[in-house]
């Protein structure tokens, strides 16, 4: 009698287990162990995180490495490598459309929020008031003048309270930039 109801029982956790285990959709794997591993909180960017002591997301790349697909820029940002920069370096990135697209790309994702849309200084941040000084007008005599080689120096390490964006732009992307800036904003 006890066998029998054993038995009984032991199906019944059988037949329950088996039930509670499917899945009609295929959509659910069932149970999760360490589902921080599936479901990690995502942080963006320029938000704060706990995970870090200073309580920022971004970090610079660290002291001495390169990322991959970057080349270790040769001048630091100072006023005297900026003109060594303008004499060295020469746009080699052709005006073709699709560089001219690129570019207009590279320098809305970049450069527009600061120095807006038509290069004039008005970008969204000033605008808003979030950005106290005026950024550069890329449309003012003074930028017309300086060769493209100073303005992908100062695309690459910053320029006075500009940050530097070598490290989020490969070199061909700031080089498009410049092609953008020269051939379509300043041009029109």
Same mark, same amino acid.
């Given at each position: 009698?006890? =066998?029998?109801?054993?038995?009984? =029982? ?8 088996? =039930? ?5 959709? #295929? ?6 162990? +360490? ?32 990322? #991959?697909? +970057?080349?270790?820029?040769? !001048? ?12 060295? !370096? ?35 941040? !000033?605008?808003?008031?979030? !950005? ?52 379509? =904003?300043?041009?029109?």
């Amino acid at each position: 009698m006890k =066998l029998k109801k054993g038995i009984k =029982l032991l199906l019944a956790i059988v037949v329950v287990a088996s =039930l509670s285990s499917c899945d009609h959709s #295929r959509n659910n794997p069932g149970w999760q162990y +360490f589902d921080d591993m599936v479901t990690s909180p995502a942080y963006e960017s320029y938000t704060s995180n706990p995970n870090f002591a200073d309580g920022k997301t971004m970090h610079p790349t660290v002291e001495g490495t390169v990322p #991959r697909g +970057f080349m270790r820029y040769p !001048f630091e940002k100072t006023d005297e490598d900026r003109v060594k920069a303008g004499l060295t !370096f020469q746009n080699y990135v052709e005006p073709t459309t699709e560089n001219l697209e690129r570019g207009k790309e590279v320098y809305t994702i970049y450069c527009s929020s600061c120095h807006g849309e038509k290069g004039d200084g008005m970008g969204h941040l !000033f605008t808003s008031k979030k !950005f106290q000084y005026p950024p550069a007008s890329l449309l003012s005599e003074k930028v017309r003048a300086i060769p493209d080689g100073e303005i992908y120096h100062v695309i690459s390490v910053g320029w006075g309270i500009m940050a530097e964006h070598g490290t989020m732009m490969k070199p061909d992307d700031r080089w498009k930039a410049v092609l953008y800036i020269r051939n379509e =904003l300043q041009n029109n």
